[in-house]
C-alpha cells in the first residue's frame, strides 16, 4: 500500500514526538528511570505527551531563529539566564553546567531548575537526554547552533558525559532542517568570533559526535512506528505550509494504518506564540546586532 502524508514543520514536530514516546528507549526512560529535555520547538510536544500536559515552565525554548535572525525567546531570556542562539544556551556567568531550564520527567513527575552538570551526573544506562538540534545534513548528521562564550555550549557537556555515563541522547529533527552540505563543512566556517556582522546573535555550530546518538526525522519515525518506508517527495508550501514536507510511505496495510494514525492524531499542531525581545533593552549582552532605523526589524 502506499500513502501520502504532508506535515508543517509544528506537526512533524508533533508526530515525530509521539512516536518517541511510543519507542523503547523512552519507554524503558519513563518506567524507571530518568527523562531529561532541553527546551526546544523540536521538544515541546515531548515533554506534552510525556506529562499529558503543557510544560508548567515559562520556558519552553531558549534560543531561536527568528524572522529578524538568531535570537533569543523571552521566557528563558528573562528567567535569569542570558542565553546564546539556536538551541544552546549560557548562564550570566557563562557556564552552562549552571543552565537551569532542562525539563526533568522521572516517575512521571516534573522538575526543572536543577543545575545542568547535576542532571548529569545521575544520568547513567536506561536513561536518555533529548535534544533539538539545528541542522541536519545528507548523511543524518545533525549539529547545534552555539553563541555561548564556552567552547561547546550545553550540547557539548550532553555529549561528554552521554560518552562517560552511557545514556542515550535523542535528536529529533523534522527535515525543514536539512542543509545541503555536511555538518563538518558548515561548522569549518560558522566561526561565533570571526562574524563582522550578523542579524541577530552570532554563532558558532558544533556536530552532535560521540556517545549514544539517534537521529529521530519524519522517515525514521515512519520506520520506527510500523516497519514501513518514507520518502520526501515535495518540501514547502503555502498559506502556512511554509517549510512543510511531503512524503510517500509504502509498506502493508497494517504499517500504513498505524502511521496515517499516528499522523492524523499530529495534524492541526500548534506551537506556543514565541516571544522574542526588542533589541533596544535585551538582557543577553553579547549579541550586537545593529538593529538602527531598519525598517525591516520587527520588533
Known sequence: MLAQLTFTPAESKKFIAKVLVASDPVKTAAAGGTIAIHPSSSTYFIAEELLGAKPPSNTWVCGVIAPKGTCVEAGAANAGVAISTGEEESTPTHNPGQFKHTYVIREGKFRNGIPLDDILAELGPGDVYIKGVNALDPD??????????????????????????????????????????????????????????????????????????????????????SGARAVPIAAGGLGGAEGAITLAVEGEEAQIARVVAFAEAAKGARLPALRVNSCLDCPTTWCAFPIGEKSWVVM
Do not use: H, Q, W
Open 140 to 225: 543524518g548528521r545533525v549539529a547545534v547552533l552555539i553563541g555561548n562564550r564556552v567552547e561547546g555550549g550545553t550540547i557539548g557537556r550532553v555529549m561528554a558525559a552521554s560518552r562517560r555515563r552511557g545514556f542515550t541522547v535523542l535528536c529529533p529533527v523534522g527535515l525543514e532542517k536539512l542543509i545541503p552540505v555536511s555538518v563538518s563543512e558548515a561548522a569549518r566556517i560558522a566561526n561565533r568570533k570571526g562574524y563582522s556582522y550578523s542579524m541577530g546573535m552570532p554563532c558558532s555550530l558544533l556536530p552532535v559526535d560521540g556517545g549514544r546518538v539517534e537521529v529521530v526525522t519524519e522517515p525514521r519515525a515512519v520506520e520506527m512506528l
